[in-house]
């Protein structure tokens, strides 16, 4: 079931992806904003995530979706999917290069298959649980990173992102401060699911975020946990709004073990 589940996910970011790139010239003509005045969602956030809606419907009328902008359809069977049509709207609309479609599919709640999209380099990743991690075909694992072997804080490059309120990012920032000169630099790539990949490729060390939701985790989550890393909250609770770290083994406790110090899983 995974495999055919892989191959939906597969068509549908690449076609996602196309009709975002293809508008990417008009991206600004038709903006509205979210949880806050920078929060913003364009007219091809929508669009997209319309495009896979309809065609998940279509192919699996039985299963549930998770959508960023449309909401939560309730599935009859065990599989549930979880759609940022752009992860990285802010990106997309400022034409930088870094923004993504993030599909995933849950089966009886547990991540299972994931695809993310960058339409403006034409990138692909993918996973499946159990079997592996690939950019473009190509297997992903702890000993095949793009990036050095760094097993200290210190050698570290380690990409982070903030969320869109200003008193979150007000802790945020904080945290961040104290990590900079601790670390060999900080990285703010502004979309999620291609920080998750960036780190599970080796293009940065690690990666950790508070506040995430759902869709933006889930299938970077698993394409950076098949890729070998380790994928979790702070103190013993599972990846998730409160705080997803992830990094190779060898690096992990101390990026942990740090963030805790830091109480970067608390504030607003
Ligand atoms: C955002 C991006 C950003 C992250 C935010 C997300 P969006 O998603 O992934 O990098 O720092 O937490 O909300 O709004 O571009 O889909
Ligand atoms: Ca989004």
């Known amino acids: 079931m995974t495999d055919a589940l892989l191959v939906l996910a597969i068509d549908l970011v690449r076609r996602a992806g196309a009709l975002i790139l293809a508008g990417r010239g008009s991206a600004a003509d038709d903006v509205t904003t979210k949880t806050s005045p920078t929060d913003v969602v364009t007219a091809m956030d929508r669009a997209a995530e319309r495009l896979v809606v309809d065609a998940l419907h ?6 549930g979706v998770l959508g960023e902008e449309g909401g ?9 999917w979880l759609i940022d049509p752009i992860d990285g709207t802010v990106n997309y609309l400022y ?87 601790e670390v060999r630099d900080i990285r703010r790539f502004g979309a999620a699911s291609l920080d998750l990949c960036s780190a599970a490729t080796g ?11 759902p869709w933006d985790l889930a299938a970077g989550g698993l394409i950076a946990s098949e ?21 190779p083994p060898a690096l992990h406790a101390a990026l942990h073990d740090r963030l805790v110090a830091l109480a970067a899983d608390a504030g607003p």
């Open 58 to 63: 279509a192919a699996r009328p039985g299963d």
């Open 72 to 80: 939560e359809t309730q599935g009859s069977g065990g599989v549930r």
């Open 95 to 181: 034409g930088l290069p870094a923004y993504a479609v993030s599909l995933a599919a849950e089966v009886d709640g547990v991540m299972a298959v994931g695809a993310v999209y960058n339409p403006a380099i034409d990138e692909l990743w993918t996973a499946v649980r159990g079997e592996g991690a690939w950019l473009d075909g190509r297997r992903l694992g702890v000993d095949r990173r793009s990036g050095p072997e760094v097993a200290s804080l210190d050698q570290a490059l380690v990409a982070t992102g903030f969320g869109y309120g200003a008193t979150r990012r007000r802790s945020q920032a904080a945290v961040v401060a104290t990590l900079l000169p």
């Open 203 to 213: 293009r940065v060390d690690a990666y950790f975020e508070r506040g995430l939701e």
């Open 227 to 247: 890729a070998g890393l380790l994928v979790t909250g702070l103190s013993g609770a599972p990846a998730g709004g409160e705080m997803v770290v992830a990094a």
